[in-house]
């Protein structure tokens, strides 16, 4: 398991290496004839989440939090028109939503002269596949920002319990306010932004369910040609 997640996150930054050249390429030829400006950001990425999961044959709910700061990269591209901006940000890549994975050991009664084996559950998800179409209000060169997420959430776990979940989708919204500057040589853009996306719930093979909460704010710097 270890290795198919080393491998598909080797596989994931090739895919953004290949990404942000083809867009460079654009640029140099239709982005110009369409009057697209295409760029890179780099963001430090603080991602909070918040989650229960509640067992059915119990009904106990377990509750815990999660937090990450990690730096991400995307490319994007955009068009101005007068004091207004439209565009697309894709992140190629995945970031994890924790730190680092959870382990919890339980002890499990085997049979009735009290004998014990330790049970060993792990988890962790990350955010992958992360789209935002966004729009840009712009006065002078302070602008407002609101765009609309669509982002896979792809579930990390080891249970001996047996139990299993599967990945998702989540949409959101993102806000936030940055300053554009543009020269000759390019447009540079530096923002904060919070982006809130909407209450996940899973249901695992064995109908237990996790819900959960995802919360993230970037402060992100961008270069466009």
Request: aromatic share 6%; charged share 20%.
């Given at each position: 398991?270890?290795?198919?997640?080393?491998?598909?996150?080797?596989?994931?930054?090739?895919?953004?290496?290949?990404?942000?050249?083809?867009?460079?390429?654009?640029?140099?030829?239709?982005?110009?004839?369409?009057?697209?400006?295409?760029?890179?950001?780099?963001?430090?990425?603080?991602?909070?989440?918040?989650?229960?999961?509640?067992?059915?044959?119990?009904?106990?709910?377990?509750?815990?939090?999660?937090?990450?700061?990690?730096?991400?990269?995307?490319?994007?591209?955009?068009?101005?028109?007068?004091?207004?901006?439209?565009?697309?940000?894709?992140?190629?890549?995945?970031?994890?939503?924790?730190?680092?994975?959870?382990?919890?050991?339980d002890?499990?009664?085997?049979?009735?002269?009290?004998?014990?084996?330790?049970?060993?559950?792990?988890?962790?998800?990350?955010?992958?596949?992360?789209?935002m179409?966004?729009?840009?209000?712009?006065?002078?060169?302070?602008?407002?920002?609101?765009?609309?997420?669509?982002?896979?959430?792809?579930?990390?776990?080891?249970?001996?319990?047996?139990?299993?979940y599967?990945?998702?989708?989540?949409?959101?919204?993102?806000?936030?306010?940055?300053?554009?500057?543009?020269?000759?040589?390019?447009?540079?853009?530096?923002?904060?932004?919070y982006?809130?996306?909407?209450?996940?719930?899973?249901?695992?093979?064995?109908s237990?369910?996790?819900?959960?909460?995802?919360?993230?704010?970037?402060?992100?710097?961008?270069?466009?040609?």
């Amino acid at each position: 398991q270890l290795l198919i997640n080393r491998t598909r996150k080797f596989m994931k930054k090739i895919i953004a290496i290949i990404s942000t050249v083809t867009l460079l390429m654009l640029n140099s030829v239709s982005a110009e004839i369409m009057g697209l400006n295409v760029g890179i950001t780099g963001s430090i990425l603080d991602i909070d989440a918040d989650g229960t999961e509640t067992t059915k044959t119990s009904g106990e709910v377990n509750s815990g939090s999660a937090n990450h700061t990690v730096g991400i990269a995307s490319v994007f591209v955009e068009k101005k028109f007068s004091n207004f901006v439209l565009g697309l940000d894709i992140i190629p890549g995945s970031a994890d939503i924790d730190s680092s994975t959870r382990s919890r050991t339980d002890a499990d009664y085997t049979d009735d002269s009290n004998t014990t084996a330790s049970k060993t559950n792990s988890a962790n998800a990350e955010i992958d596949n992360h789209m935002m179409i966004y729009g840009e209000y712009h006065i002078g060169n302070t602008y407002v920002k609101l765009g609309y997420v669509d982002v896979d959430i792809i579930t990390n776990e080891s249970l001996d319990t047996g139990e299993s979940y599967g990945n998702t989708t989540a949409n959101g919204v993102s806000v936030g306010i940055g300053v554009r500057t543009e020269t000759d040589n390019g447009i540079l853009k530096m923002e904060i932004a919070y982006t809130d996306y909407e209450d996940i719930s899973i249901t695992g093979a064995n109908s237990n369910i996790v819900d959960a909460d995802i919360d993230t704010t970037a402060l992100r710097v961008s270069y466009a040609f």
